[in-house]
């Protein structure tokens, strides 16, 4: 079983940045592919960006060029460098690897 835990969020002015954090603990060597999804008021949960085995990855065309995930496999943790963000980034972020059930997430605030 893998156990993950998203922190980083905040809040921040248009314009400004953050980056997220997953840790993962447990079975972490099943896991085959990591994606960050977030949640906004009223809204369904959406894919942000993901990041394979293989170091592929994936994003969302509105976070494009803003948004990089990335993975540091010495201490099984993945990243969301968010830079540039935008009132409409505003909502809770979470990570999952499609296995297990949605912890709390981290709450992303962009409000001038």
């Known amino acids: 079983q893998v156990q993950l835990v998203e922190s980083g969020g905040g809040l921040v002015q248009p314009g400004g940045s953050l980056r997220l954090s997953c840790a993962a603990s447990?079975?972490?060597?099943?896991?085959?592919?990591m994606g960050w999804y977030r949640q906004a008021p009223g809204k369904q949960r959406e894919l942000v960006a993901s990041i394979g085995s293989g170091g592929s990855t994936y994003y969302k065309d509105s976070v494009k060029g803003r948004f990089t995930i990335s993975r540091d496999n010495a201490n099984d943790t993945v990243y969301l460098q968010m830079n540039s963000l935008k009132p409409e980034d505003t909502a809770v972020y979470y990570c999952?690897?499609?296995?297990?059930?949605w912890g709390q997430g981290t709450q992303v605030t962009v409000s001038s």
């Open positions: 447990g079975s972490t060597s099943r896991i085959q592919f």
């Open positions: 999952n690897t499609g296995e297990v059930p």
